[in-house]
């Protein structure tokens, strides 16, 4: 792909993932690349300045992976919805519903190309990876982007609705009319009807609405170019999994990224969390949607 004319084509892959699936930590690590171009925080916060992010890599890679935690002052990569509602379309920052390719016109497609590539060059890098969270919106970034591969974060989705439950951008309080999802499809709908209209079960029905989501993206694009990580496996294994995701992204393994990876803490600490958080009879009623 030549974004705005350009000579030289990149690479660009998108990390995908429900949200609370662990797809952040993965981004930033593989961030760490230096053959990586990304979003940053920092650029999406001065979105009115247009900020290319042309010391991002060098920045990220000489602070310690401290000062990307969130909940603090950090630099991280982002997924830069700021940006992209002034630069492309607010479209792609909150869908009612998942983007496909018949949501892709030719000034959206333009916008998006020039979007990408003038940061991917003003990096200086060849690949550009970039994370979204919610709808996967493969399917329209592929229509885009036709060679763009794709890395799907799965977390068990116990853990991903207890982690919704104690968000404060979680509007599912609200019900399905007041959140950010759209109409509960019909068995769902009854489902969370015969809970008695649980919390707990609708963050249980969105995980599900969402790999349902999923599953139609990959059932969609070429095995190739879509590639399943179990979140739970990236912290039992991260050497393993950040090379199998190294490999699939077309990026070496070197001594630098060796040396990030090492200085990175993978905790198992949350993940049975859902066990301590809810109790024994929530756990049933979201173990029971299907």
Request: hydrophobic share 40%; net charge neutral.
């Amino acid at each position: 792909m030549s974004p705005e004319g350009s000579a030289a084509p990149f690479d660009l892959s998108f990390i995908l993932g429900t949200g609370r699936c662990g797809s952040s930590l993965v981004h930033e690590v593989l961030s760490r690349h230096r053959d990586v171009a990304f979003v940053s925080n920092v650029d999406d916060r001065l979105a009115p300045l247009d900020p290319l992010g042309r010391w991002n890599g060098d920045l990220f890679r000489r602070l310690p992976p401290s000062m990307s935690v969130k909940g603090r002052l950090r630099f991280a990569p982002s997924e830069g919805y700021r940006l992209l509602d002034r630069q492309v379309s607010p479209m792609l920052s909150e869908p009612t519903r998942d983007l496909t390719a018949e949501d892709v016109t030719p000034w959206i497609a333009g916008q998006m190309e020039g979007f990408f590539g003038r940061r991917v060059r003003a990096q200086h890098r060849r690949t550009m990876v970039h994370k979204f969270t919610g709808w996967p919106r493969a399917r329209f970034l592929a229509q885009i982007f036709p060679d763009a591969r794709f890395v799907h974060v799965v977390r068990d989705g116990r853990s991903v609705a207890n982690s919704w439950l104690q968000m404060s951008w979680w509007r599912g309080y609200q019900g399905p009319h007041g959140w950010q999802w759209g109409d509960l499809p019909a068995p769902y709908r009854d489902q969370w009807a015969s809970s008695g209209k649980s919390f707990v079960a609708l963050a249980g029905i969105a995980w599900m609405v969402l790999m349902d989501a999923f599953d139609a993206s990959r059932s969609h694009l070429p095995s190739a170019r879509w590639l399943d990580v179990r979140f739970e496996d990236v912290v039992a294994d991260p050497t393993g999994e950040h090379g199998r995701m190294l490999e699939f992204l077309g990026l070496p393994w070197t001594a630098d990224f060796d040396h990030a990876l090492s200085r990175v803490t993978f905790s198992e600490r949350r993940r049975e969390a859902f066990r301590r958080d809810l109790t024994p009879a929530q756990l049933a009623l979201l173990e029971d949607i299907e």
